[in-house]
């Protein structure tokens, strides 16, 4: 028996994707890139965006044609779109067998089960668990993994940001243990993986309830893993961005000189409507504090244009922030409702060609500032992890007979390393001499320092 899986969405959803196929497995059935000869079929969807909501439908919506060849497939909607629209999904969409929400991976096996010995027509589980156990479950490491690897410690946000769905479709924060976390993270080293990125909504507020050491705490934990060379974290939300975490990144020399802080908007009367609980002045002050301890950490954001209310001084606070604080990359949304996030009910909607006038002044602004601080990595030799081979050559630089590998730097910049045979292997964390810089990445040689 075959099964599919198809993946959008955060990093969150590509780890919960591992654990669908763990489950899968564990009752027959063999992962496989055909579409059209699978026996199963898993949409694990995102909600954040209409956009991403729009492509989750979409795809259900061609395999009608494809269900009507082969009657006895199994499609499932997993994710948070399952768990958003629960049993309105069977009502729109009677392709779909299966509706398995956020917390309910670890009832898949018994829901196939259940739909292919005919004891259901259908299922719907969208109920919240509070049980850590629920969520360990299937949360296997393979015995080979990639170099770079992603291991969740927390799920749920408790911040009701209010144009975000996350609360609700991913329910209150629970923590995993530390003894869970770092019996995983052993396993990864086991299995060559050589860093790891910790993942959580807010991975800032991990473990606070359950009383477990907190976050900065469990960095020196797993920094303490022989065999592990970096660990990087996603995602930290500004208002929680301790002292103490903050320092870590002059004191910990695993911990990546990286650190992506959302900071939505530059503008503090936004920031309130969007119940962000910081000022803009807040945030600069977090950001001086960690340029501090690491004069060359590399800071990410996000950006939310078009908020309800959003004037244009709003919007140029916005684009003097990132005149201000440079940041080396950032992700730029266009402001959508989402069904239950309370800006939904605002008013003074933003329209859509001011929404993409502004998402694309945005863009513009980074884009300029991103290859003016790439550019000055040109002649520097940095330390870069090979993750594997590059998906594209590095523009402009040989025809396509020259070999290329895609690594990070520890600042998370990605680099394209040309390498002859045997100089380079993947896994590898080797100095690279970097010759030119592009609107995204950097391209370099091995260096003689090697």
């Given at each position: 028996?075959?099964?599919?899986?198809?993946?959008?969405?955060?990093?969150?959803?590509?780890?919960?994707?591992?654990?669908?196929?763990?489950?899968?497995?564990?009752?027959?059935?063999?992962?496989?890139?055909?579409?059209?000869?699978?026996?199963?079929?898993?949409?694990?969807?995102?909600?954040?965006?209409?956009?991403?909501?729009?492509?989750?439908?979409?795809?259900?919506?061609?395999?009608?044609?494809?269900?009507?060849?082969?009657?006895?497939?199994?499609?499932?909607?997993?994710?948070?779109?399952?768990?958003?629209?629960?049993?309105?999904?069977?009502?729109?969409?009677?392709?779909?067998?299966?509706?398995?929400?956020?917390?309910?991976?670890?009832?898949?096996?018994?829901?196939?089960?259940?739909?292919?010995?005919?004891?259901?027509?259908?299922?719907?589980?969208?109920?919240?668990?509070?049980?850590?156990?629920?969520?360990?479950?299937?949360?296997?490491?393979?015995?080979?993994?990639?170099?770079?690897?992603?291991?969740?410690?927390?799920?749920?946000?408790?911040?009701?940001?209010?144009?975000?769905?996350?609360?609700?479709?991913?329910?209150?924060?629970?923590?995993?243990?530390?003894?869970?976390?770092?019996?995983?993270?052993?396993?990864?080293?086991?299995?060559?993986?050589?860093?790891i990125t910790l993942l959580g909504q807010n991975v800032n507020s991990y473990g606070k309830k359950e009383g477990f050491p907190n976050f900065t705490e469990l960095l020196y934990q797993i920094s303490q893993l022989k065999g592990l060379e970096r660990i990087r974290f996603t995602t930290s939300h500004p208002k929680d961005l301790s002292e103490e975490l903050i320092s870590a990144f002059g004191s910990n020399p695993k911990l990546c000189g990286h650190i992506h802080l959302p900071v939505q908007s530059g503008s503090s009367a936004v920031l309130h409507r969007m119940n962000r609980h910081y000022t803009r002045d807040e945030y600069l002050d977090k950001v001086i504090k960690l340029r501090q301890v690491n004069p060359n950490i590399a800071i990410t954001t996000d950006i939310i244009v078009g908020f309800p209310g959003e004037t244009n001084e709003d919007f140029l606070e916005t684009v003097s922030l990132l005149e201000e604080v440079r940041y080396d990359s950032l992700f730029a949304f266009m402001y959508s409702d989402r069904q239950g996030a309370p800006a939904r009910l605002f008013p003074e909607k933003i329209s859509d060609f001011i929404k993409k006038e502004r998402i694309h002044s945005v863009l513009k602004t980074q884009e300029r500032i991103t290859l003016e601080k790439l550019s000055l990595l040109v002649g520097t030799c940095q330390s870069v992890l090979i993750e594997g081979e590059s998906p594209r050559l590095a523009d402009g630089i040989s025809d396509a007979k020259e070999d290329q590998y895609m690594g990070r730097t520890n600042c998370n910049r990605i680099v394209h390393v040309a390498y002859t045979k045997n100089s380079v292997r993947k896994g590898a964390l080797i100095p690279v001499y970097i010759e030119r810089a592009f609107s995204h990445s950097l391209y370099g040689r091995l260096s003689d320092q090697s």
């Open positions: 028996m075959l099964a599919y899986v198809e993946t959008i969405g955060c990093q969150m959803n590509v780890y919960d994707t591992e654990r669908i196929q763990n489950a899968l497995k564990s009752i027959g059935y063999t992962i496989t890139t055909d579409l059209e000869g699978a026996d199963i079929i898993v949409f694990n969807s995102c909600a954040i965006r209409e956009k991403a909501q729009q492509k989750t439908y979409s795809f259900l919506g061609r395999l009608s044609a494809l269900k009507a060849k082969k009657t006895s497939l199994i499609v499932v909607l997993a994710g948070c779109v399952a768990q958003q629209d629960g049993a309105r999904v069977r009502n729109r969409l009677p392709v779909v067998d299966i509706v398995m929400g956020t917390h309910a991976i670890g009832s898949l096996p018994q829901m196939v089960t259940d739909i292919r010995e005919s004891k259901r027509t259908s299922v719907v589980n969208v109920d919240f668990s509070n049980d850590i156990s629920q969520f360990e479950a299937f949360a296997t490491v393979p015995q080979k993994v990639e170099p770079s690897r992603f291991v969740t410690i927390m799920q749920g946000c408790d911040n009701f940001c209010t144009y975000c769905v996350v609360p609700y479709v991913r329910s209150h924060e629970i923590s995993r243990s530390p003894e869970n976390i770092m019996t995983e993270i052993k396993s990864v080293i086991e299995a060559g993986g050589k860093e």
